[in-house]
């Protein structure tokens, strides 16, 4: 089978690329600018099936307007690339951050509405947009399916991806303290096979939430240091703390242009909700995510076998 995949170079893009590699589909990968329609439309001709992953995530705000650009805009504009070129389906790949985590004593499933209010940060309600203006396309005829991944781990991650750099800092000692807190953390190869469950299975017009299993970050640490055998940093920094630093991190990306450690964004993740059920997809597409300890010894043993590990 044909098939085209933006944001192929990504953590996620990486693996699916070489699972669809795998079982014999033959893959445009192309450098492609989402902004640039006429590009896409000639990338997809010919195509049976469209990923749809190129995104921007961020932790800085919407970044001069290059996260609604490549969210939102992008996004709409390869699903109407898509349903040009005559695809006979798209997946759309968003993110859980698409929904308004509130309340968080109610499971988030995909029926919880979006985050399109403005006291959302710019990348959660770019995601939403971006789902939005994919949701249009759906409604003129495109056949599509959108997939909500929760927090990202796991093998291969060849760049490394934010979390897989929180991995080697560990190992590496550079981790001089961990913030209270924890997300919802799934392993990249169970996101790969739900993606491609949803393309041959999913319902036309449907949301699939791949989640896996909350842990908080110091959970997370403690996993890596058994398996390491390097102890994780003693000290947590309580989230009011760390708010108050956050921006003065802020203010150091924006003279310095590095990215900051974190950022009130990054803090509001890490005290979203804890349940974000995947219920439907288990149900739907046979969707089931292999355990959080599976995921980091497995990540450590890419790393240590390509060279990344002391």
Not at 7 to 13: A, I, W
Not at 244 to 254: D, I
Request: hydrophobic fraction near 40%.
């Amino acid at each position: 089978m044909r098939v085209a995949v933006t944001g192929g170079t990504g953590h996620l893009g990486v693996n699916l690329v070489r699972a669809l590699e795998a079982r014999g589909d033959e893959v445009r990968n192309h450098r492609v600018d989402v902004a640039d329609r006429p590009a896409l439309e000639q990338c997809f001709d010919g195509v049976e099936v469209v990923f749809h992953l190129a995104a921007l995530i961020s932790i800085t705000g919407d970044q001069g307007g290059k996260v609604t650009a490549t969210n939102v805009t992008g996004a709409e504009n390869s699903a109407r690339a898509a349903y040009k070129a005559g695809v006979r389906r798209f997946v759309h790949v968003a993110s859980v951050h698409a929904f308004d985590m509130h309340p968080l004593d109610a499971p988030v499933d995909e029926t919880r509405a979006r985050a399109f209010g403005p006291r959302h940060a710019a990348y959660d309600r770019s995601k939403a947009l971006g789902e939005k203006a994919v949701r249009a396309v759906f409604s003129e005829g495109l056949d599509g399916v959108v997939i909500h991944p929760s927090g990202i781990l796991g093998p291969a991650d060849p760049r490394p991806s934010r979390m897989g750099q929180f991995f080697l800092d560990l190992q590496h000692r550079r981790m001089p303290a961990l913030t209270e807190g924890g997300f919802d953390w799934v392993d990249v190869r169970d996101v790969v096979d739900g993606i491609l469950a949803a393309a041959e299975r999913g319902r036309a017009g449907e949301s699939y939430i791949l989640s896996g299993y909350w842990r908080s970050v110091r959970e997370l640490a403690e996993l890596a240091a058994a398996i390491t055998g390097v102890p994780a940093p003693k000290l947590t920094s309580p989230m009011w703390a760390a708010r108050l630093g956050a921006p003065f991190m802020t203010a150091f990306n924006r003279v310095t242009g590095i990215e900051p450690l974190y950022t009130s964004e990054a803090l509001d993740a890490l005290e979203a909700n804890h349940v974000l059920s995947h219920a439907k997809a288990a149900r739907e597409l046979g969707y089931s995510p292999r355990p959080t300890p599976e995921t980091v010894r497995d990540l450590y043993t890419w790393f240590g076998a390509n060279g990344r590990l002391r």
